[in-house]
Every structure is written in structure tokens, then in C-alpha cells.
């Protein structure tokens, strides 16, 4: 195992991968910029390195800085988190480059992986079942058109070099695409200086499914069953939840087992995550991988009792798995929700500024991560995620209120603070929700403010906190 890792991240993944390390006996180094001088994990890493100013581009999107910060504390390896530079290969290269372990998968996988239409190319090879769409990326509008008209509209414009999300257009007719075309190209060159696009059939209102993924550097792989992520905004996952619900437990076998499959194939190691959509009739189509530790690996944490950040160590340090396929059992249900200081009657629009209250929740099974506290400050430069509250219940149903009553206890102020809280409340209680029938259309719907016909609003729920308070003391009644 590593002496020393380099925490190369902020926030409440910095925090919890610290925690792996100091469990493993690894010290621990994390480096910083001038916005998070006092923050939880520069107080708690047995080193802390100052990287730079507050924007990201000059901090922790810095690759020379951190390998810097990396070669002055004698870090061996590098642990990236998620988000900044954790799926950038040409980091993992330099990373190799300057004789730092970087936490991922080897650069030419991670480089593969990250051009979608090339992940899209290898997990056909593989045997994956694919969106119907274009094998290769398409150069022009004509060919568009071809695909599209071959495949059926509605189709879906999505830059090569994007992914999560960014970078894609819904297009509903044929007179719609050649400008669509034109505008995911010219928005792709810009964001991510590649202007390539692929189109595939867009597929409505579908689930969002995930498969846990760990692989060794020997060839060995497990997947760690599903999670469902189709309570999103704008690509952002509100709550997630291991195993995906409401589907058969063949189809759960199946998709996670053509996952491990996939990965494997293309020689991928460490902690991923393999997306793929399923439709109304249980049907799975291959997305994307992701060759990170994810926001929501804690709910597969939770129903296997596997600890992802120990064992992305382990494969980074070169051991072997310590699992087999069969030695994963998945137990109960798990829900995430994520706390973001933002608000849900302004478009989530992020509210910046002091906590002056922070009490997260506590009791059996419920989990929460976080590097917030009384005093802390959000700030406007990073993204807004204050904390992750996950539950565990042996059934679903106990999970959802397990979570709602987690929230309950919640408390979040500060001058001008919101959060993702009230609207978290909404979707857990939607009728279609609580079923687990709903697909990436359910935020949209509630946003709109709509229930589908016949579909009677849940019933109004006990004020959160308790607002009578009665007092019987020993003294006489006057
Ligand atoms: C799609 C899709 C439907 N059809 N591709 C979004 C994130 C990225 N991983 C791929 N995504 C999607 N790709 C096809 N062919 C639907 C999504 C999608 C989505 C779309 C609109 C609103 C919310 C969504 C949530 C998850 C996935």
C-alpha cells in the first residue's frame, strides 16, 4: 500500500477520501486553494499545500501545481475525486510521467473512454446493446439526416468530447436537424475545442441506470449491482438509489453483467461506473462509462458493505481484487439525496454566503457526508454541493421515509440560504416516485407543476419540526 496519497480535490470528496487513507494507515496530503485555507479537510490531512488562487483553472485544475504539491510532500500517488481533472487523461499521463500513481484507470483507456462515440465504437465490438444511431462520428448534415431518418425521429446531437450531459441537443423532426447539427457542433468547438457529433435515436422518458464497476490491474473485475439516477435537473442527480428499482431481478443480472463484461474488454481498472438507459419494456441501451469514484457511490456502498475508496487504493496499489463475483451480496435499499446550497424556487439558482446554523442529521442508518459546519462559507467558484444524506432500509419504502425523516431534521440557515431540501421533499412524495416507475422526465413534471391525470396528490405531511411547545412544571398555578 502507498505511505503517502495527494488528495487532488475539494470539499466533501476530499473528505471522504482522506478518510480511506487515515483507515489504511496512508498519510495524507491535500492541497488547496486560497478559498478553502480554513476548510475540514486542510485542518484534517496531515498536510495541507496551497496550490492557488480561488478560480478552479488556476487551482485545482492546475495538473503542473498538484504534481508539484505531489513531488515537495513525497505523495506517491494521486487521488482526483470527481469532477476537476479525475476523467483527464492527459493528467493521468503526467501523473506517470513525473512517477505518481494517478487513482484511475490507465490514460489510454481513460482517453478512450472519454471520446463517447469511441466508448460507443469498443462497447458495440464488445457485443453492448447500443441507442440505434451512428456508429462513428458524423461530418455532415446530410449524413445526419441519413441516420436519423435510418433510426427514427426524435434523435439526440451529442459532441464526442462531451458526456454528463454537456454538449448534447433533442432533435424532434427533420426540419429541425441540419440547424441543430450546426449548433451541437459549433457549441462542442467551443467547450471542449473538438467539434465531432454522433446521433442516436433519443429515447423518452427512460430510466437512468448505473452499474458499479470495480476492476483489478490482473484482469479481474466484480460489478456492485445497480443504481438508478433518473431524478436529475438539468444533469445535475438529485436522488439516487441502489439497486434500481422496479425492475426484474433478471434484468438487473443482465445489465450489470454486460457491464463487467464491457469493462473488462477494454482493460479498464479501478472504480467506474457503466450508464445505460432502460426503457418501458426493461430493454438497456449502453451510454457511457465514467472512470471515477461517483458523487452517489455511497449508496452502493451501503447495500453491498464494500468500502469503494479502500478498495480504488488497493487496485491502485497494484493488489489483487479481494472479492469475487459471489462473494458480492447486495442487502436492502439505499437512497442519496444531495443537499446543494441552492434555490429551487429561483431555477436553482446557487445561494452563496455564511451558514449560520448547520445541524445535519443523525440515528440509525443515515449517513452523512459533508465538509460543511456553522461558520462555513459558501463560496461562488465551485459547484454547490453541501452535503449527501444516505439512508439504509432493508425495503424501500422504510428507505423513503428513512430519508424524508432524515431531512426533517436538517437544519440549513444562513442570510439568503436555500437548499435542495424542500424540492427533494416533492419528489419523494410522488406517486410515481414512491412506485420507483418514474424515468428522466419526473423533475421536468414537477417543475411544471403538474400531476398526470388520475394521479391524486400525496396527502400534505406533519410540519417537520415541532411547533407546540407545552410547559409543566412543579410550580403553583397563579
Ligand atoms: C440519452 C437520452 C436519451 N436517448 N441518449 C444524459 C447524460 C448522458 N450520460 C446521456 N444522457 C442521455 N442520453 C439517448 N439516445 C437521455 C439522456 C438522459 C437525460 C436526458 C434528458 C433529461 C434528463 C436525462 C437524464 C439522464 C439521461
Same mark, same amino acid.
Not at 170 to 188: G, I, M, N, P, Q
Not at 359 to 385: C, I, K, Q
Given at each position: 500500500?502507498?505511505?503517502?496519497?495527494?488528495?487532488?480535490?475539494?470539499?466533501?470528496?476530499?473528505?471522504?477520501?482522506?478518510?480511506?487513507?487515515?483507515?489504511?494507515?496512508?498519510?495524507?496530503?491535500?492541497?488547496?486553494?486560497?478559498?478553502?485555507?480554513?476548510?475540514?479537510?486542510?485542518?484534517?490531512?496531515?498536510?495541507?499545500?496551497?496550490?492557488?488562487?480561488?478560480?478552479?483553472?488556476?487551482?485545482?485544475?492546475?495538473?503542473?501545481?498538484?504534481?508539484?504539491?505531489?513531488?515537495?510532500?513525497?505523495?506517491?500517488?494521486?487521488?482526483?475525486?470527481?469532477?476537476?481533472?479525475?476523467?483527464?487523461?492527459?493528467?493521468?499521463?503526467?501523473?506517470?510521467?513525473?512517477?505518481?500513481?494517478?487513482?484511475?484507470?490507465?490514460?489510454?483507456?481513460?482517453?478512450?473512454?472519454?471520446?463517447?462515440?469511441?466508448?460507443?465504437?469498443?462497447?458495440?465490438?464488445?457485443?453492448?446493446?447500443?441507442?440505434?444511431?451512428?456508429?462513428?462520428?458524423?461530418?455532415?448534415?446530410?449524413?445526419?439526416?441519413?441516420?436519423?431518418?435510418?433510426?427514427?425521429?426524435?434523435?439526440?446531437?451529442?459532441?464526442?468530447?462531451?458526456?454528463?450531459?454537456?454538449?448534447?441537443?433533442?432533435?424532434?423532426?427533420?426540419?429541425?436537424?441540419?440547424?441543430?447539427?450546426?449548433?451541437?457542433?459549433?457549441?462542442?468547438?467551443?467547450?471542449?475545442?473538438?467539434?465531432?457529433?454522433?446521433?442516436?435515436?433519443?429515447?423518452?422518458?427512460?430510466?437512468?441506470?448505473?452499474?458499479?464497476?470495480?476492476?483489478?490491474?490482473?484482469?479481474?473485475?466484480?460489478?456492485?449491482?445497480?443504481?438508478?439516477?433518473?431524478?436529475?435537473?438539468?444533469?445535475?442527480?438529485?436522488?439516487?438509489?441502489?439497486?434500481?428499482?422496479?425492475?426484474?431481478?433478471?434484468?438487473?443480472?443482465?445489465?450489470?453483467?454486460?457491464?463487467?463484461?464491457?469493462?473488462?474488454?477494454?482493460?479498464?481498472?479501478?472504480?467506474?461506473?457503466?450508464?445505460?438507459?432502460?426503457?418501458?419494456?426493461?430493454?438497456?441501451?449502453?451510454?457511457?462509462?465514467?472512470?471515477?469514484?461517483?458523487?452517489?457511490?455511497?449508496?452502493?456502498?451501503?447495500?453491498?458493505?464494500?468500502?469503494?475508496?479502500?478498495?480504488?487504493?488497493?487496485?491502485?496499489?497494484?493488489?489483487?481484487?479481494?472479492?469475487?463475483?459471489?462473494?458480492?451480496?447486495? $442487502? /436492502?435499499?439505499?437512497?442519496?439525496? +444531495?443537499?446543494? *446550497?441552492? &434555490?429551487?424556487?429561483? #431555477?436553482? %439558482?446557487?445561494? @452563496?454566503? !455564511?451558514?449560520?446554523?448547520?445541524?445535519?442529521?443523525?440515528?440509525?442508518?443515515?449517513?452523512?457526508?459533508?465538509?460543511?459546519?456553522?461558520?462555513?462559507?459558501?463560496?461562488?467558484?465551485?459547484?454547490?454541493?453541501?452535503?449527501?444524506?444516505?439512508?439504509?432500509?432493508?425495503?424501500?419504502?422504510?428507505?423513503?421515509?428513512?430519508?424524508?425523516?432524515?431531512?426533517?431534521?436538517?437544519?440549513?440557515?444562513?442570510?439568503?440560504?436555500?437548499?435542495?431540501?424542500?424540492?427533494?421533499?416533492?419528489?419523494?412524495?410522488?406517486?410515481?416516485?414512491?412506485?420507483?416507475? $418514474? /424515468?428522466?422526465?419526473?423533475?421536468? +413534471?414537477?417543475? *411544471?407543476? &403538474?400531476?398526470?391525470? #388520475?394521479? %391524486?396528490?400525496? @396527502?400534505? !405531511?406533519?410540519?417537520?419540526?415541532?411547533?407546540?411547545?407545552?410547559?409543566?412544571?412543579?410550580?403553583?398555578?397563579?
Amino acid at each position: 500500500m502507498f505511505e503517502k496519497v495527494l488528495i487532488a480535490n475539494r470539499g466533501e470528496i476530499a473528505l471522504r477520501v482522506l478518510r480511506a487513507c487515515r483507515e489504511l494507515g496512508v498519510r495524507t496530503a491535500v492541497v488547496y486553494s486560497t478559498a478553502d485555507a480554513d476548510s475540514a479537510p486542510v485542518r484534517l490531512a496531515d498536510e495541507a499545500v496551497l496550490i492557488g488562487p480561488a478560480p478552479s483553472k488556476r487551482s485545482y485544475l492546475n495538473a503542473a501545481a498538484i504534481v508539484e504539491a505531489a513531488r515537495q510532500v513525497g505523495a506517491q500517488a494521486v487521488h482526483p475525486g470527481y469532477g476537476f481533472l479525475s476523467e483527464d487523461a492527459d493528467f493521468a499521463e503526467i501523473c506517470a510521467d513525473n512517477g505518481l500513481v494517478f487513482i484511475g484507470p490507465p490514460p489510454q483507456v481513460m482517453a478512450a473512454l472519454a471520446d463517447k462515440s469511441s466508448a460507443r465504437a469498443l462497447m458495440r465490438r464488445a457485443g453492448l446493446p447500443l441507442p440505434p444511431g451512428s456508429v462513428s462520428p458524423v461530418p455532415t448534415a446530410a449524413q445526419a439526416a441519413e441516420v436519423a431518418a435510418e433510426v427514427g425521429y426524435p434523435v439526440i446531437v451529442k459532441a464526442a468530447a462531451g458526456g454528463g450531459g454537456r454538449g448534447m441537443t433533442v432533435v424532434r423532426s427533420a426540419a429541425e436537424l441540419s440547424r441543430a447539427y450546426a449548433r451541437t457542433r459549433a457549441a462542442a468547438q467551443a467547450a471542449f475545442g473538438d467539434d465531432r457529433v454522433y446521433v442516436e435515436r433519443y429515447l423518452t422518458d427512460a430510466r437512468h441506470v448505473e452499474v458499479q464497476l470495480l476492476c483489478d490491474s490482473h484482469g479481474a473485475g466484480v460489478h456492485l449491482g445497480t443504481r438508478d439516477c433518473s431524478v436529475q435537473r438539468r444533469h445535475q442527480k438529485l436522488v439516487e438509489e441502489a439497486p434500481a428499482p422496479a425492475l426484474s431481478a433478471a434484468t438487473l443480472d443482465s445489465i450489470a453483467e454486460t457491464a463487467l463484461r464491457g469493462a473488462l474488454e477494454v482493460g479498464f481498472t479501478g472504480a467506474g461506473t457503466m450508464e445505460f438507459l432502460v426503457d418501458a419494456e426493461e430493454r438497456f441501451h449502453f451510454l457511457e462509462i465514467n472512470c471515477r469514484i461517483q458523487v452517489e457511490h455511497p449508496v452502493t456502498e451501503m447495500i453491498t458493505g464494500i468500502d469503494l475508496v479502500h478498495e480504488q487504493l488497493h487496485i491502485a496499489a497494484g493488489l489483487p481484487l479481494r472479492w469475487r463475483q459471489e462473494d458480492i451480496r447486495l $442487502h /436492502g435499499v439505499a437512497v442519496e439525496c +444531495r443537499v446543494n *446550497a441552492e &434555490d429551487p424556487d429561483r #431555477g436553482f %439558482a446557487p445561494t @452563496p454566503g !455564511r451558514l449560520d446554523r448547520f445541524v445535519p442529521p443523525g440515528g440509525p442508518f443515515t449517513r452523512v457526508d459533508t465538509h460543511g459546519h456553522a461558520g462555513y462559507v459558501v463560496g461562488p467558484h465551485y459547484d454547490s454541493l453541501l452535503a449527501k444524506v444516505a439512508v439504509w432500509a432493508p425495503d424501500r419504502e422504510l428507505a423513503l421515509n428513512r430519508l424524508e425523516r432524515a431531512l426533517d431534521e436538517f437544519v440549513v440557515t444562513g442570510p439568503g440560504m436555500r437548499t435542495t431540501i424542500p424540492f427533494v421533499r416533492r419528489v419523494l412524495d410522488d406517486a410515481a416516485f414512491r412506485k420507483g416507475r $418514474h /424515468g428522466t422526465s419526473l423533475v421536468d +413534471r414537477l417543475l *411544471a407543476g &403538474d400531476q398526470p391525470a #388520475g394521479t %391524486a396528490a400525496p @396527502p400534505p !405531511r406533519a410540519a417537520p419540526h415541532p411547533r407546540t411547545v407545552l410547559t409543566a412544571t412543579e410550580e403553583e398555578p397563579r
